[in-house]
Protein backbone atom coordinates (compact mmCIF):
# COMPACT_ATOMS: atom_id res chain seq x y z
CA UNK A 1 0.00 0.00 0.00
CA UNK A 2 3.18 2.46 0.82
CA UNK A 3 4.51 1.49 -2.23
CA UNK A 4 1.08 2.72 -4.33
CA UNK A 5 0.65 5.63 -2.48
CA UNK A 6 4.51 6.84 -3.02
CA UNK A 7 3.93 6.08 -6.87
CA UNK A 8 0.62 7.85 -7.05
CA UNK A 9 2.35 11.09 -4.87
CA UNK A 10 5.14 11.06 -7.48
CA UNK A 11 3.06 10.66 -10.56
CA UNK A 12 0.83 13.60 -9.63
CA UNK A 13 3.73 15.61 -8.52
CA UNK A 14 5.64 14.89 -11.74
CA UNK A 15 2.56 16.12 -13.90
CA UNK A 16 2.67 19.42 -12.04
CA UNK A 17 -0.50 18.37 -9.72
CA UNK A 18 -0.71 19.95 -6.33
CA UNK A 19 -4.19 19.59 -4.83
CA UNK A 20 -4.75 16.37 -5.47
CA UNK A 21 -5.29 14.79 -2.15
CA UNK A 22 -5.05 10.58 -1.75
CA UNK A 23 -7.28 8.99 1.10
CA UNK A 24 -5.80 6.47 3.22
CA UNK A 25 -8.40 3.86 4.53
CA UNK A 26 -8.55 0.66 6.56
CA UNK A 27 -10.59 -1.50 8.95
CA UNK A 28 -8.35 -0.56 11.99
CA UNK A 29 -6.54 2.61 13.07
CA UNK A 30 -3.68 0.22 13.87
CA UNK A 31 -3.60 -0.39 9.67
CA UNK A 32 -3.62 3.45 8.71
CA UNK A 33 -0.90 3.61 11.33
CA UNK A 34 1.58 1.32 10.42
CA UNK A 35 0.73 3.03 6.49
CA UNK A 36 1.36 6.24 7.95
CA UNK A 37 4.34 5.82 9.93
CA UNK A 38 6.08 3.79 7.01
CA UNK A 39 5.52 6.95 4.66
CA UNK A 40 7.15 8.89 7.81
CA UNK A 41 9.96 6.86 8.01
CA UNK A 42 10.35 7.49 4.08
CA UNK A 43 10.57 10.89 4.92
CA UNK A 44 6.88 11.68 3.45
CA UNK A 45 5.06 13.41 6.04
CA UNK A 46 2.99 15.90 4.41
CA UNK A 47 -0.37 13.94 5.88
CA UNK A 48 -3.14 14.28 8.08
CA UNK A 49 -4.50 11.90 10.59
CA UNK A 50 -7.76 11.95 11.50
CA UNK A 51 -9.21 10.71 14.34
CA UNK A 52 -9.56 9.84 18.09
CA UNK A 53 -5.95 10.65 20.05
CA UNK A 54 -6.67 7.50 22.12
CA UNK A 55 -6.58 5.54 19.04
CA UNK A 56 -4.02 6.99 16.89
CA UNK A 57 0.15 5.67 17.39
CA UNK A 58 1.67 8.82 19.41
CA UNK A 59 4.20 9.26 16.88
CA UNK A 60 1.90 10.55 14.65
CA UNK A 61 0.65 13.20 17.21
CA UNK A 62 2.34 16.54 14.86
CA UNK A 63 0.15 15.22 11.71
CA UNK A 64 -3.36 14.39 13.56
CA UNK A 65 -6.42 16.55 13.78
CA UNK A 66 -8.47 15.40 16.48
CA UNK A 67 -12.05 14.44 16.47
CA UNK A 68 -12.87 15.89 20.16
CA UNK A 69 -15.68 18.32 21.51
CA UNK A 70 -12.61 20.93 21.42
CA UNK A 71 -12.33 21.34 17.72
CA UNK A 72 -9.58 23.97 16.55
CA UNK A 73 -10.08 26.24 13.37
CA UNK A 74 -7.93 23.93 11.44
CA UNK A 75 -9.57 21.05 12.46
CA UNK A 76 -12.96 22.09 11.46
CA UNK A 77 -11.52 22.26 8.23
CA UNK A 78 -10.07 19.44 8.03
CA UNK A 79 -13.01 17.56 8.92
CA UNK A 80 -14.84 19.69 6.30
CA UNK A 81 -12.23 18.57 3.45
CA UNK A 82 -12.86 15.14 4.75
CA UNK A 83 -16.54 15.59 4.53
CA UNK A 84 -16.66 17.46 1.09
CA UNK A 85 -14.05 14.37 -0.14
CA UNK A 86 -16.23 11.41 1.27
CA UNK A 87 -19.23 13.05 -0.86
CA UNK A 88 -17.70 13.30 -3.71
CA UNK A 89 -16.59 9.84 -3.34
CA UNK A 90 -20.08 8.46 -2.94
CA UNK A 91 -21.76 10.34 -5.65
Same mark, same amino acid.
Given at each position: ? =? %??? /????? @?? +???? *????????????? =? %??? /????? @?? +???? *???????????????????????????????????????????????
Amino acid at each position: M =V %AII /RFISQ @LL +DHVG *DTETKILVCALTN =V %AVD /RILLT @LK +DQGF *DDFGRVGSLKKINKQLNGNTFSSSANKKAPDKEALKDLEAMKAEIEA
